[in-house]
């Protein structure tokens, strides 16, 4: 067992950080021994001096065989004092087998204006024990509860079930008395339907009288037109582009009949730009947050157009 601790310290501690260009990346535990059933955190970083995009591997139930996943992922990304970025993706872990498991090879991606590049971690080991049982010892009583006076925390779960079931009868009743004068409970909304490409231009509009890039809020600006472009596409379009990244939302519009070929290539390059203003902290110049305005404009008119031909076309045929 020593000279497996041994291994295992010295194999964690070499493969806790590794580095490549301006980047150190890694896999870390919290221990290299465990008990049994305990549990400790798993978490795969990146440290570079600029802002990144980063697509960690997504481990599902395993992480290996006998290594189980209780929670996670979860992610995370902050600056330093010393003014690098750390990117963090951690993940709570436990086994119930004793042994030696090893943490295999994970694959990273990192990606900013320069460079798209894939990373591999080396492999991190961790330690397993049992406890002991004294098998001659036999067998002993179980201490009994201790028993305490009642408190305030244990009587007011009663309070609010009485509480609550007084609510329900007074509810109840006031239902009842509403029912008898033959008036409506509560008094209906009329909800305005505001089609998807007139709500979308009211947006886009809003959006360029607030002037908020001039202001210095970019992020917000990107943020703000990118939502209201994927809130058309998935009421217009039959696209969920607002669960979607950038990457899968342009994949749907190369493949919808409804969108020209040259307004997919345009979103696509308005899509990638908001993804480096929000994720790596670029800062684009003036002409190209007044093109990205007008790309966003042109995709939703020429959508629109292409919308109405096939609907006239169809009633047409009919």
């Known amino acids: 067992m020593k000279y497996i601790l041994l291994f295992v310290v010295l194999f964690g ?11 150190e990346y890694g ?10 059933g305990d549990q400790q955190h798993l978490r795969l ?12 591997p997504l481990l599902k139930d395993t992480v290996v065989e006998g290594v189980e996943i209780i929670e996670g992922p979860v992610r995370d990304s902050v600056k330093g004092k ?21 943490v295999p090879s994970l694959m990273l991606t990192v990606e900013n204006e ?18 002991k049982v004294d098998e001659q010892q036999g067998n002993y ?18 309070i609010l079930g009485i509480g609550g079931v007084l609510l329900l009868v007074g509810l109840i009743v006031w239902y009842i008395v509403w029912k008898k004068k033959n008036k409506p409970l509560f008094a209906a909304e009329k909800k305005v339907y505001v089609p998807p490409y007139v709500a979308a231009m009211n947006g886009l509009n809003r959006l360029k009288e607030e002037k908020l890039w001039q202001a210095g809020r970019v992020k917000e600006y990107y943020t703000r037109l990118t939502d209201i472009v994927r809130q058309y596409m998935s009421e217009e379009l039959d696209i969920p582009a607002m669960e979607q990244t950038s990457y899968e939302t342009v994949r749907a519009l190369e493949h919808n009949v409804s969108v020209d070929a040259s307004d997919v290539e345009q979103v696509a390059e308005m899509l990638r730009s908001a993804d480096f203003v929000k994720f790596a902290k670029s800062m684009p110049l003036p002409d190209e947050n007044v093109r990205n305005m007008d790309v966003a404009y042109d995709f939703l008119r020429h959508t629109d157009e292409r919308l109405k031909s096939q609907r006239e076309e169809k009633k047409e045929e009919e």
């Not at 501690?13 to 980047?23: E, I, K, M, N, Y």
């Open 114 to 131: 320069d460079y798209n590049n894939v990373l591999r971690t080396e492999p991190v080991a961790f330690v397993v024990n049992t406890y």
């Open 141 to 158: 009583d179980i201490v009994s509860p201790l028993h305490t006076p009642v408190n305030f925390a244990e009587i007011l779960p009663w």
């Open 82 to 102: 010393d003014g690098k970025w750390l990117f963090e993706e951690s993940y709570v872990i436990t086994a119930f087998d004793t042994g030696v498991y090893v």
């Open 13 to 23: 501690w070499a493969t806790g950080r590794l580095s490549a260009q301006d980047l």
């Open 45 to 56: 970083k990146v440290v570079s001096d600029r802002g990144l995009m980063v697509r960690f």
């Open 27 to 36: 896999v870390e535990l919290d221990t290299t021994y465990m008990m049994i």
